[in-house]
T-cell receptor
Framework: GAGVSQSPSNKVTEKGKDVELRCDPI?????LYWYRQSLGQGLEFLIY????????KSGLPSDRFSAERTGGSVSTLTIQRTQQEDSAVYLC?????????????FGQGTRLTVV | KQEVTQIPAALSVPEGENLVLNCSFT??????LQWFRQDPGKGLTSLLL?????REQTSGRLNASLDKSSGRSTLYIAASQPGDSATYLC????????????????FGKGTKLTVNP
């Protein structure tokens, strides 16, 4: 596609439910990133994919968070047993590998609200 | 650990004014620095990318400079317009060989710009 696509754009869920957030990167971009932006806070790195592997998962806040990427394309971020503090905007970005010095392009984000 | 700081946190100017947004980073071992714009409730739009070997990049009314040795970047906006109102974010891309191979952007918290008509 023309840009990074995320779905859903908004998600309201009850505390304790599981949610899945989807990211379709720009075609051909091998690097994919998930970030979280809480109200009034900066962007918090969650996980980085190179192809289908995740060499850096250091930002995942707890074992309730997991992510996968298949076919070197679509990625899914799963949050199990959601808590109110998980409420945030989840942003996905893609690029060619950074060591090629190219831009990272972001999707519009998924606004998650846990009630 | 790389830290990125943006000053000021918020800025309000009258239309037509030239302005400068500041970004500083603690570790000069970066691959590139990128400036983004974020409108309320929206994702990030890339404005300018400066590679570590470059000193500045220009796009229209925007000019970004990079002084890697001092860990500073500035975003200059000429003849500001109300449509420039947004939050401007600075991010650095870490150097693979010196940062443990971690591939990610480290962001500042942004400068919220308001341009008043």
């Amino acid at each position: 596609g023309a840009g990074v696509s995320q779905s859903p754009s908004n998600k309201v869920t009850e505390k304790g439910k599981d949610v899945e957030l989807r990211c379709d990167p720009i075609s051909g971009h091998t690097a994919l990133y998930w970030y979280r932006q809480s109200l009034g806070q900066g962007l918090e790195f969650l996980i980085y994919f190179q192809g289908n592997s995740a060499p850096d998962k250091s930002g995942l806040p707890s074992d309730r968070f997991s992510a996968e990427r298949t076919g070197g394309s679509v990625s899914t971020l799963t949050i199990q047993r959601t808590q109110q503090e998980d409420s945030a905007v989840y942003l996905c970005a893609s690029s060619f590998p950074p060591y090629m010095n190219t831009e990272a392009f972001f999707g519009q984000g998924t606004r998650l609200t846990v009630v | 650990k790389q830290e990125v700081t943006q000053i000021p946190a918020a800025l309000s100017v009258p239309e037509g004014e030239n302005l400068v947004l500041n970004c500083s980073f603690t570790d000069s071992a970066i691959y590139n620095l990128q400036w983004f714009r974020q409108d309320p409730g929206k994702g990030l739009t890339s404005l300018l990318l400066i590679q570590s070997s470059q000193r500045e990049q220009t796009s229209g009314r925007l000019n970004a400079s990079l002084d890697k040795s001092s860990g500073r970047s500035t975003l200059y906006i000429a003849a500001s317009q109300p449509g420039d109102s947004a939050t401007y974010l600075c991010a650095v891309s870490l150097n693979l060989t010196t940062q443990g191979g971690s591939e990610k952007l480290v962001f500042g918290k942004g400068t919220k710009l308001t341009v008043n008509p």
